[in-house]
Structure formats: structure tokens, C-alpha cells
């Protein structure tokens, strides 16, 4: 059995798996089967409690005692079909993930071996989620952990995906109905999306906040707070150009200069240690990440120490990047004031996303913020702002490895 993480894959030898989502509170799963272009081909393809079974894909309800699962025969998947996508929120009505830590368990579906599990990684304000995928590429079937969260529901995934969700208009005041008039019911994928209430709303509802879901980098720079993610995605398009990670930070009013050592350490999909590139290595990743040099006092104006990174040439083995600061001389960060790292576009300089640590700890190192690769190629940074014990990179690995 493998633990995954966000990103990593695993090769199907089973051709039928079960993938099960188990939760604290009592979840709706569902699958997706997608084609090419991302989409469903009809809401047919939407696979949940009120439409329990498609070409090669099944739900199955646990009932409120077990986890619902969703089964996939990949021998039985139609031509086209190159992901199923599989998909959980909360049952209570505006419930987030807040607190609550699902689980995917992947099985072999006849001989109910475990194959893997995810657990998603600090979710907040999601209210749906994608969980994993099986996906077929280069013509063997593969499983990805995702861990993508929508703040909009059920509703956000099923318009991502092409599922038609669009509400009737508000109807007018009843009128009798002839008793030989039948009213057919909703689609299946509209009454996931927006159950029907037990009486008929006063006013048709409000539709969702405009901008709901992952922060991208249409409207400009992001200022980021602890634990908050933005996707690295401007005009839809996943930004993969050299980037720079500025890190800087003070001396503490009427404090003595401080040396600080800024670092990136590298990643593989089970968080396993891949590299680190700091003052003593410069470079890693075939030059995809490169190192300023160090800074020996924190003073002045701007970075103290920059770290290039060329998103386009990170090996596809490398899928975190966790960025952390050490005091290699023993001084604590409650000695530092204005640490902060921000990400700049290289090629014009554009400063896309700030983040300012506001608290301070005794301690010796910080972890600022992660880079992901999403399934999708994008990559997103997190805020982190932890504190460790750790005067080198060195002694930064582990802890970094599990804020992936």
C-alpha cells in the first residue's frame, strides 16, 4: 500500500478499482467520466446517488455506516473517455472541509486489496473537492492523487467539468394542474448540484459570488495570508517562465545584524527528498533552480537573497519546492522584524505575490511558503509560515517534507 500526496501517480494492475472517500462527517461522492478536452460528453457521464451507474463507472452508498465509493471497470470505459475524476463535499447543506479530513482508499475492486490512500493536505473554505483521478496514458491506466478544492460547491466542479447545472427560471404564482399534465422531473446532475428544497423559495437564489473557487492571477498581485493558496494561472494559461523567489527580512529594532540563509529543497511525488539549493550549492535541477548568494547582515532595502526558479525546466520528477530561511548563527526569529517572501516575474520584474510573516517564534528556522505541481501542470504556492527548530537546510528536510 502507498501513501500519496498531492500530484504523485500509481500504475493500475487491478482492471477494477474501487475508490472509497471516508470523512468524519458523512460525504456525497460522485465520479466523472471526461474525455480529451476535459469535459464530459452529457450529463450521462455524471455518475452519482440519483444516476448510479455509466459506461464502466458505478456509485455505490455506504448508507451513513460506510464510505460511498465509486467503481472503475477499465476494461469496460468507453473510447474517448481518458479520466474519472472522483469527487466529494460534504452532505450538510454549506458544510466546508473546515476541520474535516477525507480519505480516499483505492482497492482492487474483486479481491479488495488496498492499492493506495490520500489524504488532501490543509483544506479550509472547500466545499467540494476533486479527490483522485484514474486516467490512461500511453495506453495503460494510472491513479492520481489531486486534492483540488472549490469554495463553490458541487456547482463549481460540475461547470468545470461540463455538467449542465443551470437553475430553471423562478416559476410564477402556482396554478391548478390538469391532472393528465406530467411534469418531468430535473436532470439528474442539476438535482446534485441544487438539491430541491421541501417548499418553494420566497425569491429564486442568489447564484454563486462572482470569483469563487482557487485565487489565479487575473487581477494582478496576490498578498497572500498563513495556509492561503493562489494558483500560478493568468489568462487561463499555467504560468511556466522563470520566476524569482525574493526572500528579505530586518534586523530587529536596535538589534544587531543578523545572517539569515535562504533555501529551496525539491521534492518528488512521495515526498521524497530530491535536492536542496542553498549558500553551499547554488545550483540543482540541471540549473532550473539557481541561488543569489548569501547576505551576511539583513540590512537594506529589498531581497536579501534570491532564489531563480525556471518553472518550464523543473524535471517532471520534481513536484514541491518547500522555500525556508535558517539562522545559521543561533539567532531566534523573534530577533527579526519584516521577514517576507514574494514571487516576481523575471522577465519584467512584476511583483505577482507577497506574503508577509506577521508572528515570530524563538526558533531558528522558518518554512515561508511551497510551490505544487498540480495534476493539470500548473503550479501553486501556499503560505506556510511555520516555525522548526533548525539552524541548516538540513535539518528543515523532514519537516518540510510533511507540510507538502
Excluded at 501517480?9 to 466523472?32: E, I, K, M, Y
Amino acid at each position: 500500500m502507498t501513501a500519496m500526496t498531492p500530484g504523485s501517480n500509481l500504475p493500475l494492475h487491478a482492471v477494477r478499482v474501487t475508490v472509497d472517500v471516508a470523512a468524519p462527517v458523512r460525504l456525497d461522492v460522485s465520479g466523472l467520466l471526461l474525455a480529451a478536452d476535459g469535459k464530459v460528453r452529457s450529463d450521462a457521464d455524471f455518475i452519482f446517488y440519483n444516476q448510479p451507474a455509466g459506461p464502466g463507472v458505478s456509485y455505490r452508498s455506504g448508507g451513513g455506516s460506510a464510505p460511498d465509493s465509486i467503481t472503475v471497470d477499465t476494461s469496460a470505459v468507453p473510447p474517448g473517455i481518458e479520466r474519472i475524476v472522483v469527487t466529494a463535499s460534504p452532505d450538510a447543506a454549506g458544510q466546508s472541509f473546515q476541520g474535516v479530513e477525507p480519505t480516499a482508499t483505492v482497492r482492487d475492486a474483486d479481491g479488495g486489496a488496498v492499492i493506495a490512500t490520500f489524504t488532501p493536505p490543509r483544506l479550509g473554505t472547500e466545499t467540494a473537492l476533486v479527490v483522485v483521478e484514474v486516467y490512461l496514458r500511453g495506453g495503460a491506466w494510472k491513479v492520481r492523487a489531486v486534492g483540488q478544492g472549490y469554495a463553490n460547491g458541487l456547482a463549481g466542479i460540475a461547470t468545470d467539468f461540463g455538467v449542465s447545472v443551470d437553475e430553471e427560471p423562478a416559476a410564477p404564482a402556482p396554478a391548478p394542474v390538469p391532472a393528465a399534465v406530467h411534469t418531468p422531473p430535473p436532470s439528474p446532475a442539476a438535482a446534485a448540484a441544487f438539491p430541491p428544497p421541501q417548499a418553494p423559495p420566497a425569491a429564486p437564489p442568489a447564484p454563486p459570488a462572482p470569483g469563487a473557487g482557487k485565487i489565479n492571477l487575473d487581477k494582478g498581485r496576490v498578498s497572500l495570508q498563513k495556509n492561503q493558496t493562489v494558483s500560478l494561472v493568468k489568462g487561463g494559461r499555467p504560468l511556466l517562465s522563470q520566476v524569482k523567489m525574493g526572500l528579505g527580512w530586518e534586523p530587529a529594532f536596535g538589534g544587531r545584524d543578523i545572517d539569515l540563509d535562504a533555501s529551496v529543497i525539491a521534492y518528488g511525488p512521495q515526498r521524497n527528498h530530491i535536492d536542496s539549493c542553498y549558500f553551499g550549492k547554488l545550483s540543482i535541477l540541471n540549473g532550473a533552480i539557481k541561488h543569489s548568494g548569501d547576505n551576511l547582515t539583513g540590512e537594506g532595502a529589498g531581497d536579501d537573497e534570491v532564489i531563480v526558479v525556471d518553472l518550464g525546466r523543473i524535471p517532471a520528477e520534481a513536484t514541491g519546492l518547500v522555500f525556508t530561511v535558517n539562522s545559521f548563527s543561533g539567532q531566534k526569529f523573534t530577533e527579526v522584524a519584516k521577514a517576507y517572501c514574494r514571487l516576481i516575474d523575471a522577465a519584467s520584474g512584476e511583483e505577482l505575490v507577497r506574503f508577509d510573516l506577521t508572528g515570530a517564534e524563538p526558533q531558528t528556522g522558518v518554512m515561508m511558503a511551497k510551490l505544487i505541481k498540480q495534476f493539470s501542470g500548473e503550479w501553486e504556492m501556499t503560505a506556510i509560515g511555520d516555525f522548526v527548530k533548525s539552524r541548516t537546510v538540513r535539518g528543515m528536510v523532514k519537516p518540510a517534507a510533511q507540510a507538502l
